[in-house]
């Protein structure tokens, strides 16, 4: 078992705080990307909203979560031991499964996967995101 990413919050207040933390990040990223695009001034005005600047933070802060990633041994194990209420996507006879915990929401979600590690690590913080944080931040 071993763990991508950095970010496990302790509490609510915290997850707050590094959401907050991205929102000038995002607003570079989106800046730079129209630039990239080529999009003038009035095209980024027009085409640049704060949903878009948003959706930039978002992301920012579910990929920066701590995520486990370990056999389904190794994530029954670590559910046996939990008090979070878990909640599970994918298919259940899989080799591996990754997961990510808020203890302080009393939340877990996990995904299982076969081979493709990179995209279930991609759609579980998706999902830590708008199943545990959306509400939070």
Known sequence: MDTEGQFAPASAAKAR???????????V?????AKAMGLDAEAYEERVTSEVVETA????FAESLAVQVGSMAEFEEWREDTDCVVS???AENVDNVVWHAAPFAEQAVAAT?????RAAVGTLRR???GRI???VV
């Open 133 to 135: 944080y959306r509400e």
């Open 88 to 90: 599970l996507v994918g």
């Open 113 to 117: 996967f076969q081979d493709e590690r």
């Open 17 to 27: 705080e590094r959401y907050e933390a991205f929102g000038p990040t995002a607003q």
């Open 29 to 33: 990223v989106v800046k730079e990307v």
């Open 57 to 60: 933070r978002d992301v920012l």
């Open 127 to 129: 999902q830590a995101f």
